[in-house]
């Protein structure tokens, strides 16, 4: 089993910045990881992806805004974001891929005042 804890969620005003952290309870190393999200009333969607070799991939809404990163040595993913707007509104959730195994964290909110 792995648990995964997120941190950095809060309410932030639109043009500002957050940056989300999720931190592992084992290695991460050479697993696929990423960062999704949930608005009220909506699916959850991927924001974006960091694999085992480091090949990133973003959502087209927040390409150029947030950027996704890791600390194997932490067995940390992180998420920056900048330029935030209102519809950047969710709760977001870090995902770890192991073995075709799928684990979350419990989420974090982030809401964006406009």
């Known amino acids: 089993q792995v648990q995964l804890v997120e941190s950095g969620g809060g309410l932030v005003q639109a043009g500002g910045s957050l940056r989300l952290s999720c931190a592992a309870s084992?290695?991460?190393?050479?697993?696929?990881a990423g960062w999704y999200r949930q608005a009220p009333g909506k699916q959850r969607e991927l924001v974006a992806t960091?694999?085992?070799?480091?090949?990133?991939k973003y959502v087209d809404s927040v390409k150029g805004r947030f950027t996704i990163s890791r600390d194997n040595a932490k067995n940390t993913v992180y998420l920056q974001m900048n330029s935030l707007k209102a519809e950047d509104t969710a709760v977001y959730y870090c995902?770890?891929?192991?073995?075709?195994?799928?684990?979350w964290g419990q989420g974090t909110q982030v809401t964006v005042s406009s």
């Open positions: 995902n770890l891929v192991i073995s075709w195994i799928n684990y």
């Open positions: 084992r290695s991460i190393f050479s697993f696929n």
């Open positions: 960091i694999s085992g070799d480091g090949t990133i």
